[in-house]
């Protein structure tokens, strides 16, 4: 069925959590654009692997964000390159045909809010302007950090916002960049993208190695993007005295979380870093930060192409999401290619 068919009939296909561990792709409506809304068609979603399947495990501690966030039936997604169909009143920005990246779920039309939007410029293709939501993820980290020229610096998770987390890293001059998993082909990953070493440990594990590596000096920072409770006391451990620890990995329970036994001792800062702080932090609008990406891809500065692992129909979606929770590790970027239906 072709784009203007299914818009015309205002007919969408939705990928949902129903409950959790229920993928299902349900039919519905969408309504015309309202005053500042654009509707627009799908092109390329990226799964997000880290925050949609904790979203699809449904184990969250009371009181958490995700708790009050993630009510079933819950639309998976953030990272959407699409087009825009048609634009409603007070639109100033957009117009029909408009490539444009935002914030939207994994959902074959719909609308956005102008405001939420921005131009992918001609340079970029759209399987790689769907990283845009998730890099500036891992900008809003490092931004945090106020890395220093010549850091030694770790990485614990080595998924996607791992990765580019590496990436920018080694734009930012750091002199060692140590990336620690258990994961092979992650590993692999994290060397090509600008790891100086690499430690096939549990972090548990690591203190000796990284005590070798960085001559007894430990690490200036160490940035933990799993989300996993169990690992934020051996980050702590692994930094020097005064050293800090970027949390980009919210745990769902972090009611089991401990932050080490040397914290105080060693005064080290432990910093969450959180997508939403996007907007005009450290001086960089959202704005700035899309331009910044962009510009960084079309120089080759940021390698997003290399992160993709998979494009698949959505209407795999149900058998997508259950490779991932069988066989997380084997995968990275994966998309959504809504070209297909």
């Not at 051996?234 to 005064?242: D, G, K, P, V």
């Not at 960084?296 to 494009?311: A, F, H, M, P």
């Not at 259950?322 to 959504?336: I, N, P, T």
Request: glycine share 10%; proline share 5%.
């Amino acid at each position: 069925m072709s784009n203007l068919t299914n818009t015309q009939g205002r007919i969408s296909l939705s990928c949902v959590f129903q409950g959790p561990g229920r993928v299902e792709l349900v039919e519905e409506k969408v309504q015309e654009p309202g005053p500042g809304q654009i509707l627009c068609a799908a092109q390329k979603s990226l799964i997000s692997t880290g925050t949609e399947l904790a979203c699809l495990q449904g184990q969250f501690d009371e009181g958490t964000v995700w708790s009050s966030w993630v009510k079933y039936p819950f639309y998976p997604g953030y990272s959407m390159a699409a087009q825009v169909l048609k634009t409603g009143a007070e639109v100033e920005r957009m117009k029909p045909g408009d490539r444009i990246i935002c914030p939207a779920g994994h959902r074959q039309f719909f609308l956005a809010n102008e405001k939420e939007a921005a131009p992918i410029p001609d340079s970029v293709r759209d399987e790689e302007a769907v990283f845009t939501q998730i890099a500036k993820v891992a900008l809003v980290g490092v931004l945090r950090a106020e890395p220093a020229f010549g850091e030694r610096v770790g990485v614990v998770g080595l998924g996607l916002i791992g990765q580019l987390v590496i990436q920018l890293l080694a734009m930012s001059g750091s002199r060692q960049i140590v990336a620690i998993g258990t994961e092979p082909l992650r590993l692999e990953q994290a060397g090509n993208n600008g790891a100086t070493d690499l430690l096939n440990l549990p972090i548990a594990e690591a203190f000796e190695a990284i005590e070798e590596l960085t001559g007894g000096r430990m690490l200036d920072t160490i940035y933990d993007v799993t989300g996993s409770y169990p690992v934020l006391p051996y980050c702590t451990m692994l930094t020097r005295e005064l050293g800090k620890v970027i949390l980009l990995g919210d745990t769902t329970e972090p009611s089991k979380q401990t932050v080490g036994p040397k914290v105080v001792f060693n005064s080290v800062s432990i910093l969450g870093a959180h997508g939403r702080l996007m907007q005009g932090f450290k001086g960089w609008t959202e704005e700035d930060m899309d331009g910044f990406i962009f510009e960084s891809i079309r120089r080759g500065k940021l390698d997003v192409k290399k992160l993709i692992t998979e494009q698949a129909s959505p209407l795999e979606a149900v058998s997508v999401y259950s490779q991932l929770v069988d066989r997380r590790s084997d995968f990275m970027g994966v998309l959504f290619d809504w070209t297909q239906l």
